[in-house]
């Protein structure tokens, strides 16, 4: 079942280098979203986005711990990639940048309680810090 649910997260994470880039990527730069969560970008070297992630949304694991978030920027939008180790999930948004805010739509893979690979999908917008 984690093979699978491998398999299907790496599918997933390969379409969005197809759907992404962005405009202007600041880094540094240190970006908040409405739940909280934490985006530090130290890196847009040749297009590649690096930094951390970490997650203080309500209802969800993996609290409080800086996680590598990596991905790409482009003319056109960009996306980065979370890989929570600890609870056996992977976040990828989809985004731009608009001024001092990056509207992103994203999807959660994970495993349920059952062992079935699942999904889920929202939207946040991050608001530039510095």
Excluded at 89 to 110: A, D, E
Aim: glycine content about 14%; overall charge positive; charged content about 10%.
């Amino acid at each position: 079942m984690k093979r699978l649910l491998a398999f299907l997260l790496i599918g997933q994470f390969f379409l969005a280098v197809g759907q992404a880039g962005a405009q202007g990527l600041p880094a540094p730069s240190y970006w908040k979203n409405e739940r909280g969560s934490e985006l530090f970008v130290w890196s847009t070297n040749g297009g590649t986005i690096q930094g951390t992630f970490t997650n203080h949304a309500q209802g969800f694991a993996c609290q409080g711990i800086p996680y590598p978030a990596s991905g790409a920027v482009r003319p056109t939008g960009l996306y980065f990639v979370v890989t929570f180790g600890q609870c056996n999930s992977l976040t990828r948004w989809v985004g731009k940048i608009n001024g001092p805010q990056m509207p992103t739509s994203w999807t959660l893979f994970y495993v349920d309680k059952n062992g079935k690979p699942s999904k889920l999908k929202g939207a946040d917008t991050f608001t530039r810090v510095w």
